[in-house]
């Protein structure tokens, strides 16, 4: 069983960074690809980015392409998102989600955990 919880949210000005993370308490951590979506007030859930099973590969969404990293560890059991450079219009909950392909999706129904989200806040 895999059991997300994120952490890291909060509030940021503009072109401030913060760190996410998203931490496994199950044993089976590696063998799913993990992806960050976030979701603002009123819009449908985006991809923000994904990284394959290994770590080996990552793709970040156009939008956040240059500022933000994501980066897991699996002996942690944890992935991360790197967010630097933050705009007002990354203001938006989080989540982190874990699907079995070998290489990640950005489709959110190919997702098949989720953790609850972590709010993140970026003044103008």
């Known amino acids: 069983q895999v059991q997300l919880v994120e952490s890291g949210g909060g509030l940021v000005q503009a072109g401030g960074s913060l760190r996410l993370s998203c931490a496994d308490s199950g044993r089976t951590f590696s063998s799913y690809a993990m992806g960050w979506f976030r979701q603002a007030p009123g819009k449908d859930r985006e991809f923000v980015a994904r990284?394959?099973?290994?770590?080996?590969?990552?793709w970040p969404a156009d939008s956040v392409k240059g500022r933000f990293t994501i980066s897991r560890e699996n002996i942690k059991n944890t992935v991360y998102l790197q967010m630097n450079s933050l705009r007002p219009e990354d203001t938006a909950v989080y989540y982190c989600?874990?699907?079995?392909?070998?290489?990640?999706?950005?489709?959110?129904?190919?997702?098949?955990?989720w953790g609850k989200g972590t709010l993140v806040t970026v003044s103008s």
């Open positions: 990284i394959s099973r290994s770590g080996g590969s990552t």
């Open positions: 989600a874990a699907d079995t392909s070998t290489y990640g999706s950005r489709r959110p129904d190919d997702m098949v955990y």
